[in-house]
């Protein structure tokens, strides 16, 4: 007749297979951190739109239409359909600078 199974031992680990298993637990580790580091500095580290000041109005030359806007610390700008980047004083609103970018041949 069948015996009743006996409970079998448990074994150990070897060594190595417990420092692998030790270093897969840090890597989870560190991994789980620095993804929570970098969600943390996308979070910080962009402006909310209401901290970006920008102008009530723009003022463009006649005919321009605007298809771009960039802002700097004291100027901002805006590229026109013409291929024409208009640069403008932050504080006055006047037109500092006239780029014509010129089109590829």
Do not use: C, H
Request: net charge negative.
């Amino acid at each position: 007749m069948n015996e009743p199974s006996q409970p079998q031992e448990v074994q150990e680990l070897p060594a190595s297979l417990k420092w692998l298993r030790s270093l897969v637990f840090a890597l989870t580790v560190i991994m789980i951190g620095g993804l929570i580091t970098v969600v943390a500095v996308f979070v910080t580290r962009f402006p909310t739109p209401g901290q970006i000041s920008l102008p009530e109005t723009i003022t463009l030359p006649d005919g321009a239409v605007a298809t771009a806007f960039t802002l700097g610390d004291s100027w901002y700008a805006v590229v026109t359909l013409d291929n024409d980047i208009l640069v403008f004083d932050a504080a006055s609103g006047a037109l500092l600078q006239r780029i014509e970018i010129a089109a590829p041949n």
